[in-house]
């Protein structure tokens, strides 16, 4: 799978996934919180995923001697990997308070 399709994925994924918990906050009935924490788990997982691209990108970026971009990388990974346990920890508590 080449480098594009991966962005195009994880950009419909992320559209997807807020447009989804967008529809769950806004529609009123039985299956809102299990709209909403599925929504949360799916936004959860892209951004876990460009948390280790990040990664990836922050240790090659490394290897080859640029540092800005090492840093950057770094920077951004993080961020995204400290919203998906966010996203994944209200998930849990939708989820807890569901049943």
């Excluded at 918990?21 to 892209?46: F, H, M």
């Excluded at 990997?81 to 989820?95: D, F, R």
Aim: hydrophobic share 65%; aromatic share 8%.
């Amino acid at each position: 799978m080449g480098a594009g399709l991966t962005r195009i994925l994880l950009v419909v994924a992320f559209v997807g996934s807020l447009a989804f918990i967008g529809w769950g906050i806004l529609q009123r009935g039985e299956n809102q919180v299990a709209i909403l924490v599925a929504g949360l788990l799916v936004l959860a997982l892209t951004l876990a995923s460009l948390a280790l691209a990040g990664l990836i990108g922050a240790y090659r970026a490394g290897r080859e001697g640029r540092g800005a971009r090492a840093f950057w990388n770094a920077l951004l990974g993080g961020i995204a990997g400290l919203a998906a346990w966010g996203c994944l920890a209200a998930a849990v508590v939708l989820a807890l308070l569901y049943t």
